[in-house]
């Protein structure tokens, strides 16, 4: 399978702990998105890689999430001190951006689901 | 008010029927347009891309898009039950090409 892929599926922690997800993007795609979903909503955009460069933070983002792309190949989101309303599907996407009109379509993996007791 | 109006569903159709999936969208810079499909519990799957206003096809799958009303629409031929799933409706700009704007998405049941 050579789509995206994302690990852990589910993680469940208490209030207050740190998690850590991974992506590994589609092995030619030169950008990787980070989004969060929750119950009944659309993926709400959170950051996006440029190779390993990290461009755009959205303000959902709170100091508390930090994002890497080491080598511009994987990527890791981690969540310290953990709250409630951390409780969502974080989903990782990749795409392969080239000129204008072209490259714009991101590729979904199957999404991490983060539960927070 | 929401970047991106989705109809809320659900929809429940019988199996054969034509499913018909709208949004609207309030950003003008919005210039490329994405259909995804969902099943409960998995990650968006991308069903059509389009940067044009018209209609595109693709198999049982029309995106229609009308950039003067800023509206798209989604049409399903010939529905099947594994059609059943959530659509989500996407946007984006070139000026701001990193990141997509969803809707909410619309259920749909097709009964066999």
């Known amino acids: 399978d050579t789509g995206v892929s994302q690990d852990p599926r589910h993680k469940i922690t208490k209030r207050g702990q740190n998690v850590t997800f991974r992506c590994d993007p589609i092995s030619e795609h030169n950008r990787l998105y980070w989004y969060r979903q929750t119950l009944g909503q659309g993926p709400e955009f959170l950051t996006y890689?440029?190779?390993?460069?990290?461009?755009?933070k959205s303000r959902l983002l709170s100091d508390r999430f930090s994002a890497e792309r080491p080598k511009g190949s994987f990527s890791t989101l981690e969540i310290q001190r953990t709250e409630q309303g951390d409780s969502a599907m974080y989903l990782c996407a990749s795409s392969l951006a080239q000129g204008s009109g072209r490259g714009r379509e991101q590729y979904f993996g199957p999404g991490t689901r983060l539960t927070v007791t | 008010q929401k970047e991106v109006e989705q109809d809320p569903g659900p929809l429940s159709v019988p199996e054969g029927a034509i499913v018909s999936l709208n949004c609207t969208y309030s950003?003008?810079?919005?210039?490329?347009f994405m259909w995804y499909r969902q099943y409960s519990r998995k990650g968006p799957e991308l069903l059509m891309y389009t940067y044009s206003s018209g209609n595109k096809e693709d198999g049982r799958f029309t995106a229609q898009v009308d950039k003067s009303s800023k509206y798209i629409s989604l049409f399903i031929r010939d529905s099947q039950p594994s059609d059943s799933a959530t659509y989500l409706c996407?946007?984006?700009?070139?000026?701001?090409?990193?990141?997509?704007?969803f809707g909410a998405g619309t259920t749909v049941t097709v009964r066999a």
């Open positions: 890689f440029q190779n390993e460069a990290q461009l755009e």
């Open positions: 950003n003008s810079a919005f210039q490329y």
């Open positions: 996407s946007q984006g700009s070139w000026s701001n090409d990193y990141k997509l704007s």
